[in-house]
């Protein structure tokens, strides 16, 4: 049963701090998707990536956010510095073009 | 502006009541409207993609339909393992991050014993 995996599943740092969330898409799926969910505004797309390229980022604060895509089985998502108001379940999705995303079990991040 | 609007928010049902969920959405070109079922603690999962107004899906008590305007989930002789926050998300046509989905708020459905 593939899945896409998401590490660390939380996280609780100190404002100021770098954290980096890990995501390893489903095998075979060339398209990855940040997004971040909080009560407030719900779901919301950050960054995409497609074939390790990166198409999209323009719903992430680029000041302080970076998302890399080193190999095919890897996505990273970076904070630096981390602010409070970044705490939020951060999930990333996996699919091909034009078909269904499929979901990660998210990194609930907590800045202190 | 695109918009994708859930409606109620909150829903509590008693055990084999069935009801319906709203999904509303203003996009400029409709490629697909997703509905995922999200728990608590967990990524949303996937239910249904309907793709064009007068599609219908269903998956054992669950129905998404759609029309040009809006999508209703329809829950028959619901479960409490029903209970869980129903998302709607729309995936639009071309354009910067069109690939990715606009979701709406969300309605959290309880169904009690």
């Known amino acids: 049963d593939a899945r896409v995996t998401q590490t660390p599943r939380h996280k609780v740092t100190e404002m100021g701090q770098e954290v980096t969330m890990r995501c390893q898409p489903i095998?075979?799926?060339?398209?990855v998707f940040w997004y971040r969910q909080t009560m407030m505004q719900g779901l919301e797309l950050l960054a995409y990536?497609?074939?390790?390229?990166?198409?999209?980022d323009s719903g992430m604060p680029k000041d302080r956010f970076s998302a890399e895509m080193p190999d095919a089985t890897l996505a990273t998502l970076k904070i630096q510095p981390s602010e409070p108001r970044d705490s939020a379940v951060y999930f990333c999705a996996s699919g091909r073009i034009q078909e269904t995303q499929y979901f990660g079990p998210g990194t609930r991040l907590l800045v202190l | 502006e695109d918009q994708v609007t859930q409606s109620p928010e909150a829903l509590r049902l008693q055990e084999g009541e069935s009801s319906s969920l709203n999904c509303s959405y203003t996009?400029?070109?409709?490629?697909?409207l997703f509905w995922y079922r999200q728990d608590p603690g967990k990524g949303p999962e996937f239910l249904f993609t309907?793709?064009?107004a007068g599609e219908e899906k269903e998956k054992e008590r669950l129905k998404a339909t759609l029309t040009k305007k809006e999508s209703f989930l329809h829950i028959t002789a619901p479960k409490p393992e029903d209970s869980a926050t129903y998302l709607c998300?729309?995936?639009?046509?071309?354009?910067?991050?069109?690939?990715?989905?606009?979701f709406g708020k969300g309605t959290h459905l309880i169904i009690q014993p």
């Open positions: 095998l075979g799926h060339n398209t």
């Open positions: 309907l793709y064009s």
């Open positions: 996009v400029s070109g409709l490629r697909g």
């Open positions: 990536f497609r074939n390790r390229a990166p198409l999209d």
């Open positions: 998300a729309v995936h639009m046509k071309s354009g910067g991050g069109a690939d990715g989905l606009t």
